[in-house]
C-alpha cells in the first residue's frame, strides 16, 4: 500500500496512545507501572484496589513523598521525569522508571484522577484527566502525604485494544502476578491488593525476606528449594533455587531480580537451564527467585519501554557466575548438604521425589511422648567386603558423613525388595532407594569426570563429509573457528553456501555431524558460546553408564548395599539419575505413625 501523503508533526495525544500501545498492553501493565512509581517516591505501604467487574478501573495509593503542586501537570507530559536529567546519569541509572512516559501514556488511554501531597505543605492537590485532556484546573483537597492515582475505563477510547482484553479472570490473574513479581523486588514495602472482599497482604520485613519468598512462591517452595549466595563484591548473586525434582510442567515459578528489578533475561535462563541440564526430568522447567546486584553502569536497562529486558555489559562473566553456582549448589552430594546443616546454614529440607499427596514434610528430630521410637540399627561390616561393588576406592572411603546419631544420612541397610529397591534406615524413619536409577547417577558422574579429566580425542574422517549450510553459518563458521577448533572439530569452508568437517571428537564418530555442527553454530549465534558437544558427549556417556549399572532384580547382599549407600552420599547430584528421575526418598516415622494411627 502506497500512500502519498506530506510529513506532518503527529499531535502530543497520538503520539502518547502510540507509545500506550508499548507501555499499556492490559491492566496489569498500568499496575507495575504505578507501583514501580511509587516504589522511585520512597513508599514502604503501597494499596491497591481493583474495581469488581471491571478490571479497567484500578487505584493505586501510596505514602511516597508525593509531588509539588507546579510539577503535578509536568508529571503528566511526555519525557518528563525527575529520575535522570543527563546521559551519564541514564548509564547508570538505579530507579525502576526512568523514562518519562508511563503516565502519560496511562492517562491517554483512560480516565486518570491523580491526587497527591507532600510533608512540607498541609493541603494536597488533585487532578481529573479524560484522554490525556484536563477536565478542569487542579483543585486542593485534605489528604495524606503520598500519592493517590485512580485509572477507570481502560482503553475507553481505543475500543479496538479493549477487544483484545481476555476474560476478567484472566486479567485479574495477571494484576496478581504482577503485584507477586513486584512484592520480590521490595522486601521492606508492605503491599495490599483489594478486590472486593478478597485482600491479601505482603507484609514488609527488609530483614526476613525468607518470610515474603514463602508468602509469594509458597511455603513449599521454601522447603524444597536450595540457598544459593556469591558475592565477588563486583556482582552479589543470591537466592533460592528449587531441588530439581521441585520442577513444574510451565515456567510459572521462576523470578529473576537486576538490582531489585524484575526482568526476563535470555542468557540468565539458559544459564540455568544448562546448570539444570541433566537432573530434570525431560519437558520440565526449574524453579527459583534469583537476585543480582551489580554496579547499575555495568547493566543497560534502556532496551525495552516496558524495562523488562536489559542488557549486561559483561554479559558472559554473568552467565559464567549465575552456572556455576547453581550447578555447584544442586550438585552438592547428600553428605556436604549435611555437612552444612550440622554447620547451622539455612538450608531448608527437602523430599528427592518432589511435593504433592505424600510429599515428605519438615518433622522433628525427636517423636512426641507415646509414639513409637526409633530402631537402633548397628551395622559393623567391614567395607573391604562391600568395596568390589562400585570400584573400590569410594566406598572404601572413611569419609562417610553422619548425622548427630553416628548414623550415615542415607542409614544402613535392611533389606531389598523384588530386587528393585533397597531399604535402610537412618535416625529419621525409612530410606526407599532405586538402587539401578542410584547406580546409574553414579557410573555417569564416574564416566563424565574420567572423560574431562582425558585430552579430547579427535578421529580424523577417511572421507571428508560435506553439507550444505547458509550464508551465515558459513560466516559464523568462519568467526568462531578458534572456538570449533577447540571441541575437536576440523571445520573449514568449501564455498559460501558448503562447509566441510575433516576431523570430529571420537567419543561422537557414530552420530549425525552436520546436525552437530548446525546446533553448535545456531547456540553460538544465540548464546556466543555452545555446549552442543557437551551435551552430545553426555547423551552418550548416559546411555553407557544406564547399561553398564546394577539391573533391576539382581539380589545384592548387605554389605553391597552399604556400599551403594556410602557412594551415594558422596555423588554428586545423587538425588536424581541422569533421566531425571528421583533416586531415594525418605519416610519419616511421623509419617509411619501416622499410617498406624499410633501415638494418638
Not at 227 to 234: K, L, M, R, T, V
Not at 273 to 300: E, M, N
Request: aromatic letters at 6%.
Amino acid at each position: 500500500m502506497t500512500i502519498n501523503r506530506p510529513i506532518i508533526q503527529l499531535e502530543p495525544q497520538l503520539v502518547n496512545q502510540i507509545a500506550a500501545g508499548e507501555i499499556v498492553e492490559r491492566p496489569a501493565s498500568v499496575l507495575k507501572e504505578l507501583m514501580e512509581n511509587a516504589f522511585d517516591a520512597g513508599a514502604d505501604k503501597v494499596a491497591i484496589t481493583v474495581e469488581e467487574g471491571d478490571v479497567g478501573s484500578l487505584t493505586v495509593t501510596d505514602n511516597g513523598r508525593g509531588i509539588p503542586k507546579e510539577e503535578i501537570s509536568l508529571a503528566l507530559s511526555r519525557h518528563a521525569t525527575s529520575k535522570i536529567k543527563s546521559m551519564e546519569e541514564l548509564e547508570g541509572v538505579a530507579t525502576m522508571g526512568f523514562r518519562g512516559e508511563a503516565l502519560p501514556s496511562i492517562a491517554s488511554v483512560s480516565r486518570l484522577k491523580l491526587s497527591t501531597r507532600i510533608d512540607e505543605e498541609k493541603t494536597g492537590w488533585e487532578l481529573n484527566l479524560e484522554g490525556g485532556e484536563a477536565l478542569a484546573p487542579m483543585r486542593p483537597v485534605a489528604r495524606i502525604s503520598g500519592t493517590t492515582i485512580e485509572v477507570r475505563d481502560l482503553f475507553f477510547n481505543t475500543p479496538a485494544r479493549r477487544k483484545f482484553l481476555r476474560s476478567e479472570s484472566t486479567e485479574v490473574r495477571h494484576l496478581e502476578e504482577v503485584v507477586r513479581r513486584l512484592a520480590l523486588s521490595r522486601f521492606d514495602v508492605d503491599i495490599e491488593i483489594a478486590r472486593g472482599k478478597k485482600i491479601t497482604r505482603y507484609k514488609g520485613a527488609a530483614e526476613s525476606p525468607q518470610r515474603r519468598i514463602r508468602e509469594v512462591c509458597g511455603r513449599e517452595f521454601f522447603e524444597q528449594s536450595l540457598p544459593i549466595e556469591f558475592n565477588s563484591g563486583a556482582i552479589h548473586l543470591y537466592g533460592w533455587v528449587g531441588h530439581p525434582t521441585f520442577s513444574r510442567s510451565q515456567r510459572n515459578l521462576q523470578y529473576l531480580y537486576v538490582n531489585d528489578r524484575n526482568v526476563s533475561d535470555r542468557m540468565i535462563s539458559h544459564a540455568v537451564r544448562r546448570a539444570y541440564q541433566d537432573v530434570l526430568y525431560h519437558g520440565r522447567h526449574p524453579a527459583y527467585a534469583l537476585f543480582i546486584d551489580i554496579d547499575p553502569k555495568r547493566v543497560d536497562v534502556n532496551v525495552h519501554p516496558t524495562k523488562s529486558e536489559i542488557r549486561f555489559r559483561e554479559g558472559r562473566a554473568v552467565y559464567d557466575i549465575v552456572f556455576n553456582e547453581i550447578e555447584s549448589v544442586i550438585s552438592q552430594p547428600l553428605s556436604k548438604r549435611r555437612e552444612g546443616e550440622r554447620e547451622g546454614e539455612s538450608t531448608p529440607r527437602f523430599n528427592p521425589a518432589g511435593g504433592g499427596k505424600g510429599a515428605f514434610r519438615p518433622t522433628s528430630m525427636h517423636h512426641t511422648p507415646g509414639a513409637q521410637g526409633h530402631l537402633k540399627l548397628e551395622v559393623r561390616e567391614e567395607r573391604a567386603l562391600y568395596s568390589d561393588l562400585l570400584g573400590g576406592s569410594d566406598a572404601e572411603s572413611d569419609s562417610a558423613q553422619t548425622d548427630g546419631e553416628g548414623i550415615p544420612v542415607l542409614g544402613y541397610a535392611l533389606t531389598q525388595l523384588h530386587g528393585v529397591y533397597i531399604l535402610a534406615q537412618n535416625s529419621e524413619g525409612l530410606i526407599l532407594v532405586d538402587m539401578h536409577a542410584a547406580h546409574e547417577r553414579i557410573t555417569y558422574e564416574r564416566l563424565k569426570r574420567a572423560t574431562a579429566e582425558s585430552t579430547m580425542q579427535v578421529q580424523p574422517l577417511l572421507v571428508p563429509i560435506t553439507f550444505r549450510a547458509s550464508p551465515a553459518e558459513v560466516a559464523l563458521a568462519e568467526e568462531q573457528i578458534e572456538v570449533i577448533t577447540s571441541l575437536g572439530f576440523d571445520l573449514s569452508q568449501l564455498d559460501q553456501q558448503t562447509l566441510v568437517v575433516r576431523h570430529v571428537p571420537a567419543l561422537l564418530g557414530d552420530t549425525d555431524i552436520p546436525l552437530v555442527l548446525h546446533d553448535l553454530l545456531s547456540d553460538l549465534a544465540t548464546h556466543e558460546m555452545t555446549q552442543e558437544v557437551d551435551k552430545r558427549i553426555n547423551s552418550l556417556l548416559s546411555t553407557m553408564a544406564c547399561h553398564g549399572s546394577v539391573r533391576a532384580n539382581r539380589d545384592l547382599t548387605i554389605p553391597e548395599m552399604n556400599a551403594l549407600l556410602r557412594v551415594m552420599e558422596e555423588t554428586d547430584k545423587s538425588d536424581q539419575c541422569n533421566h531425571g528421575r528421583p533416586t531415594w526418598i525418605q519416610v519419616s516415622m511421623e509419617e509411619l505413625d501416622g499410617w498406624f494411627s499410633r501415638g494418638r
